[in-house]
């Protein structure tokens, strides 16, 4: 129908005649459009004209003078809106493995574009707001000629599901102008959904109506318990007089005090923990100090319970919340007193279990037996508890691996950043050596002849050994054992070890008559040259087989006189002096581990010392 307000503008509608097929307005001044006033017109315009069956003007003339009304204009500000959701997944939460999201799909209708934004939940961690700005959405798909198709009013309904750049969004429900704008173009509206839960908007809930009290069965803390009136108390909310100002009234400032000790030794570096527990009579409150000893290497945290009612049940000692309940309104009952400790629960020798720790009463001061003697409940004796210290664990140094010598490999078990071993100053001297001429101890007749000289150099107390050169042996004589120390070795091969370490070879293994093993070979000791022997001797501390006042006393205390004057008499029925080798044959019957290095002494100083030999007739008087 034509804009009344354009006819009342024009005054005079001009008329409408049809030109060589086409419809065209008569010009001005026409005499049909003098004829009547405008408002003829305009009225049988509004009364006939929509129903096409004016007596004025025929169907074509109606179509051309109705104003065009473009699409942009037509459907200005008219926007069909419908709730959806898309799923989302979950992969850093083992709660949920997705998440539904909600959002609003917007079609402007004046210019087929979509718009998607998601409506903000506080405190949700993502971005929300604008999903998808607004613009034509192409379809996953062309048509038939590989022309991009773009979304339109007509895949949009309830129920459907459109794919938007990879992502799935299923709409759920729309407005009533959006349901009227379908029907009108003939489109079946389905009813609305209901969005899915996710698991985590369903535990969020349930936690948010227990928070906000919509949740009826939830517990807000409103029961009347006896830990909840002791808290509110001490933080200054009125009590209703009870039994309790009658004990604070009477028992004011008095308290006991017991020693106790948790042992936790059985744990791994567990050590014995001893407190002094604190029983207020007051308000029958407990409070338990841990004492700590100086460098005992513990936190010194000042307590292991503040001072609170203890409930004798372990498991309503973790919360206070977690206690005998009442009525709202309810005095506390005897039972409910009963459910905490109290100076009659108090003696030596019982266990109290504080937070799964078993501690043990040992001890009481001396006020605090007094208290109990008075009403009647005298404590037992204090509990001896005797520490056990463990000795010091024994070191046992690792096997030699054979790399450089056994000192330098034992010095990494003593530093974390090994050291070379320090060497004194007196085992840089090598001045002193002691030498003698050895043998092999075998009957293999190639090495009867065999003989060596084994230098002792007395500082380090190492070893080396040189083969005398004999011509035609068969053997290359010279260097046979380089400097080096030697460890004492068992007929098997195997090393003797002290305390862990190593033996080795020192000053009181060599002498004259030794049988020395050394390098899986037996040497038997049968010389020493005269610098060794005044060494020896000038030192008789160290080396006791070269000390004459040892020897003659250890002669004189295992030597039977007659059975000395017996072997003496056979020997003097053929010769009047021995030497050293029938000295050492006729006193090795007499006297246990006596060596040719003992009888080297007797004749060095007791004989002819140029000869090396002594007098029979001496040797009764001597040693008897």
């Known amino acids: 129908m034509p804009s009344p307000a354009i006819l009342e503008k024009q005054k005079v509608v001009p008329m409408i005649f049809r030109r060589h097929g086409d419809t065209a307005p008569k010009n001005r001044g026409h005499a049909l459009g003098n004829a009547k006033p405008a408002s003829f017109y305009i009225r049988e315009l509004e009364r006939q004209g929509d129903t096409g069956t004016s007596t004025l003007l025929d169907a074509s003339v109606l179509t051309a003078t109705r104003p065009f009304n473009p699409k942009f204009i037509a459907n200005d500000k008219k926007v069909l809106r419908f709730e959806a959701y898309f799923l989302e997944a979950v992969h850093e939460s083992n709660m949920e493995n997705y998440r539904v999201r909600r959002c609003e799909v917007l079609y402007y209708l004046e210019d087929d574009t979509l718009q998607i934004t998601e409506p903000k939940v506080e405190n949700s961690g993502i971005l929300q707001g604008n999903f998808v700005k607004r613009h034509r959405i192409p379809m996953p798909e062309s048509d038939d000629r590989g022309n991009m198709q773009f979304f339109t009013v007509r895949h949009l309904n309830v129920g459907e599901e459109l794919t938007f750049y990879g992502r799935t969004f299923h709409l759920i429900s729309a407005d009533e102008f959006t349901r009227n704008y379908l029907v009108a173009q003939g489109m079946y509206v389905p009813p ?71 042992d936790d030794t059985e744990k791994l570096y567990g050590i014995r923990h001893r407190y002094t527990l604190h029983f207020f009579l007051a308000d029958n409150t407990i409070e338990i100090l841990e004492s700590y000893e100086r460098n005992s290497g513990c936190d010194p945290f000042p307590k292991l319970l503040n001072r609170t009612k203890l409930s004798k049940d372990p498991e309503r000692q973790a919360c206070a919340a977690v206690c005998e309940e009442g009525v ?44 109990y003697e008075y009403h009647n409940m005298p404590l037992a004796s204090a509990v001896s508890v005797k520490e056990e210290i463990p000795p010091p ?33 007196e085992s840089l001297d090598t001045t002193e050596v002691l030498r003698f001429r050895a043998r092999f101890e075998t009957d293999a007749p190639e090495d009867v002849a065999r003989r060596f000289v084994i230098s002792l150099i007395v500082s380090d107390q190492s070893v080396s050994i040189i083969e005398f050169i ?69 030192r008789p501390a160290k080396f006791a087989r070269s000390d004459k006042l040892a020897v003659l006393r250890k002669a004189r205390d ?22 050293v080798q029938e000295l050492t044959s006729l006193m090795s019957n007499l006297v246990a581990d006596f060596a040719q290095h003992d009888a080297i002494t007797i004749i060095r100083n007791l004989g002819d010392r140029a000869a090396m030999k002594i007098d029979l007739e001496a040797l009764p008087q001597l040693l008897g």
């Open 328 to 371: 709202d309104g309810e005095d506390i009952t005897p039972t409910v007193q009963h459910n905490y400790y109290s100076w009659e629960d108090l003696a030596i020798g019982e266990y109290l279990q504080i937070y799964n720790r078993h501690i043990l009463l040992l001890d009481a001061d001396a006020s605090t037996r007094a208290w």
């Open 470 to 538: 004999q011509r035609n042996s068969g053997i290359v004589g010279g260097k046979f054992l380089e400097r080096t120390r030697i460890k004492r070795t068992r007929p098997d091969g195997s090393v003797e070890t002290t305390d862990g370490h190593s033996s080795w070879l020192g000053l009181n293994d060599f002498y004259v008559g030794a049988r020395v093993r050394i390098v899986g070979r037996i040497f038997v000791l049968f010389e020493m040259d005269e610098y060794s022997a005044k060494y020896m001797e000038a």
């Open 192 to 262: 609305d959904e209901a969005v899915p839960r996710d698991p985590y908007t369903v535990l969020r809930q349930a936690h948010m109506a227990r928070e906000t009290g919509q949740d009826p069965d939830a517990h807000y803390g409103k029961k009347k318990y006896p830990m909840k009136d002791f808290m509110e108390a001490t933080l200054g909310k009125f009590a209703r007089p009870s039994d309790h100002l009658r004990r604070f009234l009477v028992h004011d400032r008095e308290v006991l005090r017991f020693f106790a000790i948790w």
């Open 558 to 579: 295992q030597v039977d006189k007659s059975a000395l004057l017996a072997h003496v008499g056979d020997l003097q029925k053929k010769q009047k002096q021995v030497d």
């Open 393 to 425: 664990p024994v070191f046992t140094p690792p096997s030699h691996d054979g790399m450089g010598s056994e000192e330098d490999s034992l010095q990494s078990c003593y530093h974390l950043l090994p050291k070379a071993p320090l060497k004194s100053i």
